[in-house]
């Protein structure tokens, strides 16, 4: 018996898996990813400190991932039968620490300690001290190595959880990034769904200046991974895509999600300087009327 | 301490199939061991428990980096993986993923390094050890543990596995003389006192315990009571066996198979500065780079022979003396 459908301390409500994908809950889940923004928008802008583009990448993602598919007890996050989702990308965690709030694992009252001295959230993830969060991330590369041993874990137990990477596309310049890719397929890993946040920018410019990685769908399937492509801000497609993955076997599947760095505030969109830049009073009331904008649009 | 050691030393036995065998025992009291290696489990003998236990073996290719962060998914979901490869390729090539997921975020992973110090002596310096001690010992949370002969390894396995935490376990790849009996108890993070004496105290792990032996029986026929102290944790330190030792014999010298920067000299000289200085001797590879031969000839070219020892304890014997000289003048000042 999943858990999933327990109730949330903070009433944020959650879409059993399972749950047909009506407009409606489509519709829910987009809104609240433009909040979810527009709260990581305040605790970056409030501590002076943080990325924005990359967590604004993946809002969509982990929004679908936390409020519907995941089978996951906020009551209970060392549940050990619980699917894991390892969030690669440790750098963008403003947006994992804003969406683990909203599905009950901590308050949301305590989001704008994020950066702070004697927080609990802390500047890249560390497991031991945020309830929800699986592995510590920031130096990248770690994702499918360590989502292939949970797998494998999974897989010796004989259990049905499943494991989940988000991956930014930048770090795929890490060579341990495909040591993990080797050892999935090895193993034929039709437990693990990798989803990688491909936004096209990393530090100090495009992957395609920086490190080309194209084409990359035809690297993942050269490694014998089942490859999605969808678009990765079209939630309807994330929560289809996810649903496919479930459903192959015998193969580890990647969901190339093509997304846009910074997006929803059109002045940070697909710049690079907006992966880790601060705005100012200014820019941080305009990006906010935008995102509260972008939210207004899928209210019904 | 009596009765701990074999008189004489017994007759070189090799260590890692010890390890192996001491894998397989273990593999059948704990089913949530989980053994990884990365293609070097013919090397290290961790193909004992691939054959008895295939299903909880997990080879990742050559590939040091994904075979910590594979066993670091496994710990997560409860297993208790004990990660395989050659020493130098934890402390190197796979630190980062050490450092953050075993050190920082406390992943219970155990590391046994194979073919520590200069055991891989053909092979030569690439694939010799020489600086891992003082690597994993910097790394807040880690405990690393060094057993002296196949009785300890087999001794100690099963408590690294129980160990709250990482370990790094780190081996040798050669025959060494037996050197414990069945009394032999050791426990993670305390020293063992092996001989008495009260002239001088040697701190030895690994490999070194057998020649710091051989070293006080030597010096016993000159009347000289050499203490042999078995140091088989490097972290967390058995310092107050250390400051023990300083008091009472007033003068230690330390003997390992590593360089004499960072490793067990280095640990016991800041626990000595701090709490009991005294003269401090340091056995071990002079901050170079070793070279290829046979085992216990290069271990006598590059310092680590019983005369090695024999000379250290020499010099500290001569240091005590000037040491205690200027505290006669002291006090007649």
């Known amino acids: 018996m999943s858990p999933s459908s327990t109730e949330s301390r903070v009433g944020a409500h959650v879409y059993p898996h399972g749950t047909r994908h009506s407009e409606a809950m489509t519709a829910d889940l987009a809104r609240r990813a433009y909040e979810y923004r527009a709260q990581v928008l305040r605790m970056v802008y409030g501590r002076k400190s943080g990325h924005i583009g990359g967590a604004f990448s993946c809002a969509e993602i982990l929004t679908a991932l936390y409020f519907h598919h995941l089978s996951i007890d906020p009551e209970n996050p060392n549940w050990n039968d619980r699917d894991r989702l390892v969030f690669s990308k440790g750098h963008a965690c403003a947006m994992l620490y804003t969406v683990l709030a909203h599905r009950g694992f901590f308050p949301v009252e305590e989001l704008p300690t994020f950066r702070g001295l004697d927080s609990r959230l802390q500047g890249h993830p560390e497991p031991q001290k945020t309830p929800g969060v699986e592995v510590a991330a920031g130096p990248l590369g770690h994702g499918v190595a360590i989502a292939a041993g949970m797998a494998l874990a999974a897989r010796m137990d004989g259990s049905r959880r499943r494991i989940y990477a988000i991956l930014g596309d930048g770090e795929l310049n890490s060579g341990v990034i495909w040591e993990g890719l080797m050892t999935a397929a090895k193993f034929a890993l039709d437990n693990l769904t990798v989803i990688v946040d491909y936004n096209g920018v990393q530090q100090t410019g495009t992957t395609r200046h920086v490190m080309p990685t194209e084409p990359i769908a035809d690297k993942w399937a050269a490694f014998n991974w089942h490859v999605i492509e969808i678009h990765g801000h079209n939630m309807a497609q994330i929560l289809d895509a996810l649903d496919r993955a479930d459903e192959i076997h015998g193969r580890p599947v990647v969901i190339i999600a093509r997304t846009t760095k910074g997006k929803g505030v059109s002045f940070m969109e697909n710049q690079p300087g907006w992966h880790g830049g601060i705005p100012d009073s200014a820019q941080f009331e305009s990006a906010l009327a935008e995102l509260e904008e972008g939210a207004r649009l899928w209210t019904a | ?333």
């Open chain 2, 1 to 333: 301490m009596d009765g701990l050691i074999r008189n004489p030393l017994g007759s070189p036995s090799p260590m890692r199939k010890a390890y192996g065998e001491a894998l397989v025992e273990l593999g059948h009291t704990r089913k949530d061991i989980v053994v990884l290696s990365a293609d070097v489990q013919s090397s290290d003998f961790s193909y004992m428990f691939e054959a008895a236990f295939p299903d909880r073996f997990i080879n990742v290719g050559i590939a040091e980096p994904a075979l910590v962060d594979v066993a670091v998914g496994l710990a997560n979901s409860g297993k208790v993986p004990i990660a395989n490869t050659f020493a130098f390729l934890f402390a190197t090539r796979a630190l980062e993923m050490v450092r953050t997921h075993l050190a920082f975020a406390g992943a219970n992973v155990k590391l046994a390094g194979a073919y520590g110090g200069l055991s891989d002596s053909f092979d030569g310096p690439t694939h010799q050890t020489i600086s891992d001690f003082a690597i994993f010992r910097s790394l807040p949370n880690m405990t690393v543990v060094v057993p002296a002969d196949p009785l300890a390894v087999r001794k100690l396995l099963p408590q690294v596995a129980a160990w709250k935490g990482p370990v790094y376990f780190r081996l040798c790849r050669n025959e060494v003389p037996e050197v414990f009996t069945d009394r032999y108890e050791p426990k993670i993070g305390e020293g063992v006192t092996l001989v008495d004496g009260d002239d001088v105290t040697v701190i030895a792990c690994g490999v070194m315990v057998a020649r710091a032996i051989e070293a006080a029986k030597t010096l016993a026929k000159q009347d000289i009571r050499l203490r042999v102290v078995e140091m088989h944790t490097i972290k967390p330190l058995d310092t107050e066996l250390i400051v023990r030792c300083a008091e009472e014999t007033g003068v230690i010298v330390t003997a390992e198979e590593h360089s004499i920067i960072g490793g067990l000299g280095g640990a016991v000289a800041e626990c000595l500065a701090e709490r009991f200085p005294v003269p401090l001797e340091r056995i071990g590879v002079k901050d170079t780079y070793a070279e290829s031969g046979p085992y216990s000839e290069l271990l006598e070219k590059y310092g680590l022979g019983v005369d090695a020892i024999l000379a250290a304890v020499q010099r500290a014997l001569a240091r005590k003396q000037v040491n205690s000289s200027h505290a006669t003048s002291e006090v007649f000042k």
